[in-house]
């Protein structure tokens, strides 16, 4: 079971990152997924949500308007389309797989409601 983060770098403010999460060893499609962000010294930060039931979408307030998670359960797959990067959005950029049922709408959850977790990608916003 293993979750593969990729799509992080170096962009300018007010650039755009997409990143993708593929997972093997299990069906995403029968999962909630959420993507996460930690800075040193600081806790992670859960930034956006799907339902793995009818597919609601929540995010962070700090990220609304400029982040987009979808997913795509023919390649196994979970996405954060990220547009119009702040500095402030500099982190260490996670995927994650929650198998029980999905959160209540409206939350993203805490890191320990989920099962699942990726390695990481590093986002970073400068000029």
Do not use: H
Not at 47 to 56: A, E, F, L, Q
Request: charged fraction near 15%.
């Amino acid at each position: 079971v293993q979750l593969q983060a990729s799509g992080g770098g170096l962009v300018q403010p007010g650039g755009s990152l997409r990143l993708s999460c593929v997972a093997s060893g299990f069906t995403l499609a029968y999962y909630s997924l959420g993507w996460f962000r930690q800075v040193p010294g600081k806790e992670r930060e859960g930034v956006s949500y799907i339902s793995g039931g009818d597919g609601s979408t929540t995010y962070a307030a700090s990220v609304k308007g400029r982040f987009t998670i979808s997913r795509d359960n023919a390649k196994n797959s979970v996405y954060l389309q990220m547009n119009s990067l702040k500095p402030e959005d500099t982190a260490i950029y996670s995927c994650a797989a929650r198998a029980g049922p999905p959160l209540p709408r409206g939350t993203i959850g805490r890191p320990s409601a989920y099962d699942y977790w990726g390695q990481g990608t590093q986002v970073t916003v400068s000029s």
